[in-house]
């Protein structure tokens, strides 16, 4: 068994970051086995500069024998921007869908929050134990709902992706992704490994859950500005939003 710390970026981030990052290792250390995923050196913490301000990213993953990898990123931006980024990437024995969670807070209002169950099923649906622990989960009325993008044809029908107006519908937020990620780590730890055509399935939706979130325009912006084209491509594509065939 792994044992967690709290590193030191997500004290100084929005208070919603903060708790979310605590409570997502909180949730797999309670939930899954897990073990230290091995990172590259260069890749566990990284400094650079955007539009004058530092650039600090910090990377932790965890791995378990559901998860190849499960993605802790933290970013901060100076004074006026701060960003949690999370995604679950199941091995590809494993029939279960993609948990990933977003925050994104500028100067101290936080402008886009989202949560999902990706699913990697070739109907495009969730696993049925999923929908019925879903749906009677306690709802909430969040004021500011955002649309999704136009890659976002991976996400679920359950996809929150929102803007949380007060600390209030942060504190919704933080419930819903909590919930969401319990749901999936005690339905995880009970599964057995698939068939190998099953596991062909599961690599082509992982390969195309990968690809549409690596068409996020936004990411790969702040990306090159702060490290360059050549690096940038490198980050997406191999610590981001990788993919194994």
Same mark, same amino acid.
């Given at each position: 068994?792994?044992?967690?710390?709290?590193?030191?970026?997500?004290?100084?981030?929005?208070?919603?970051?903060?708790?979310l990052?605590?409570?997502?290792?909180?949730?797999?250390?309670?939930?899954l086995?897990?073990e230290p995923?091995?990172?590259?050196?260069?890749? &566990?913490?990284?400094?650079?500069r955007?539009?004058g301000?530092?650039?600090?990213?910090?990377?932790?993953?965890?791995?378990?024998?559901?998860?190849?990898?499960?993605?802790?990123? *933290?970013?901060?931006?100076?004074?006026?921007?701060?960003? =949690?980024?999370?995604v679950?990437?199941?091995?590809?024995n494993?029939? =279960?869908?993609m948990?990933?969670?977003?925050?994104v807070a &500028?100067?101290?209002?936080?402008?886009?929050?989202?949560?999902?169950?990706?699913?990697?099923s070739?109907?495009?649906?969730?696993?049925s134990?999923?929908?019925?622990?879903?749906?009677?989960?306690?709802?909430?009325?969040?004021s500011?709902?955002?649309?999704?993008p136009?890659?976002?044809?991976?996400f679920?029908?359950?996809? *929150?992706?929102?803007?949380p107006?007060?600390?209030?519908?942060?504190?919704?937020?933080?419930?819903?992704?909590?919930?969401?990620l319990?749901v999936?780590?005690?339905?995880?730890?009970?599964?057995q490994?698939?068939?190998?055509?099953?596991?062909?399935?599961?690599?082509?939706?992982q390969?195309?859950?990968?690809?549409?979130?690596?068409?996020?325009?936004?990411?790969?912006?702040?990306?090159?500005?702060?490290?360059?084209?050549?690096?940038?491509?490198?980050?997406?594509?191999?610590?981001?939003?990788?993919?194994v065939?």
């Amino acid at each position: 068994m792994v044992e967690l710390t709290t590193p030191s970026l997500r004290q100084q981030q929005h208070s919603l970051i903060y708790r979310l990052a605590n409570c997502i290792e909180g949730v797999w250390h309670r939930c899954l086995e897990i073990e230290p995923y091995h990172l590259p050196e260069e890749l &566990g913490y990284m400094e650079g500069r955007l539009e004058g301000e530092k650039l600090i990213i910090e990377n932790k993953c965890y791995q378990s024998q559901q998860f190849r990898k499960m993605h802790l990123e *933290l970013a901060k931006v100076g004074s006026s921007l701060d960003i =949690l980024h999370c995604v679950m990437f199941p091995r590809s024995n494993y029939a =279960l869908p993609m948990f990933g969670t977003d925050i994104v807070a &500028g100067r101290g209002q936080i402008s886009a929050a989202v949560v999902d169950l990706s699913p990697l099923s070739l109907d495009k649906t969730l696993p049925s134990a999923y929908y019925s622990k879903l749906q009677s989960l306690e709802s909430y009325n969040f004021s500011q709902p955002r649309e999704i993008p136009a890659w976002g044809d991976i996400f679920s029908e359950f996809c *929150l992706f929102i803007r949380p107006m007060g600390t209030e519908e942060e504190d919704y937020f933080l419930k819903t992704v909590e919930s969401y990620l319990t749901v999936h780590c005690q339905y995880a730890s009970r599964q057995q490994p698939v068939s190998s055509e099953q596991q062909t399935q599961i690599q082509a939706a992982q390969r195309y859950y990968c690809t549409q979130q690596q068409r996020n325009d936004k990411t790969r912006r702040v990306l090159e500005k702060a490290f360059g084209e050549e690096w940038a491509e490198y980050y997406i594509n191999n610590m981001l939003f990788d993919y194994v065939d």
